[in-house]
């Protein structure tokens, strides 16, 4: 983004990698700077979204593919008008929880859904906005999954919402996903293996942050 006061970041990774600890410290890191900062998700971060959120992730939805990812690009284009848009117009600094290289890993390296449809409804969807910076947090597809589940056991019980309950080779392929488009895209995309402890994570992803964007 032209303006330097814009600044769209956002935290991809497989199920369980830490991404909500991760976007939080984020967000205080730069209220610290002295920036107003928008965290948000997707799927959800409206309330809409919210409701489509929970269509999609319910374990019981009955979805095929083409449908998930219209659900997926659908709350996003709700989102990207409602929030992100509106926030970096302020001037706001904005994190946001997936975004747009979660549908090519999930419904494109995951799903098998042609990439090039999925580049272009993710354009439509997003209003063809990139992030100045992703951060991939990389983490073992298995381990990621069981702290997912852990995690989500209250709403979903041990098994998991319907994504988590997809196949390891799925969760692998996701994995595989990211990566690729990583190295497609060197300059935006970053890998961050997640470390042993959050704020050892976090430092690294501090750097990145210093040494990408040339700010604070
Ligand atoms: P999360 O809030 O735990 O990241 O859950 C969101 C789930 O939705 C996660 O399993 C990844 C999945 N997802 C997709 O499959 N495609 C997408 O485009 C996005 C944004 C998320």
């Known amino acids: ?16 990698a ?4 991760h976007c939080r410290l984020l967000k205080r890191y730069f209220e610290t700077c002295g920036r ?16 489509i959120r929970k269509i999609l992730l319910h374990p019981q939805s009955n979805i095929f593919p083409l449908t998930e990812l219209f659900l997926y690009e659908a709350d996003r284009a709700q989102h990207i008008q409602e929030i992100v848009l509106p926030a970096l117009k302020q001037g706001k600094v904005v994190i946001c929880d997936r975004f747009i290289d979660a549908t090519v890993a999930y419904q494109g390296y995951g799903r098998k ?8 409804l993710n354009k439509i969807a997003s209003f063809a906005l990139k992030p100045a910076l992703t951060i991939y947090l990389d983490i073992d597809a298995k381990r990621g999954l069981n702290n997912a589940k852990k995690l989500n ?6 098994s998991g919402d319907r994504i988590e309950r997809e196949s390891a080779l799925f969760h692998s392929n996701v994995r595989k996903g990211y990566l690729s488009q990583s190295k ?3 300059k935006r995309i ?6 042993k402890t959050a704020q050892e994570t976090h430092n690294l992803i501090r750097e990145e942050i210093k040494k990408c964007l040339k700010i604070y």
């Open 1 to 16: 983004m032209k303006n330097k006061n814009r600044i769209f970041i956002t935290i991809e990774g497989g199920e369980g």
């Open 18 to 21: 830490g991404k909500s600890t």
């Open 36 to 51: 107003t900062c928008v965290l948000t998700r997707e799927p959800g971060g409206t309330k809409s979204s919210e409701s």
């Open 113 to 120: 859904i042609d990439l090039k449809i999925i580049e272009q």
């Open 153 to 158: 056991k209250e709403s979903y019980g041990l």
């Open 184 to 186: 497609k895209e060197p």
């Open 190 to 195: 970053k890998v961050i293996k997640t470390q």
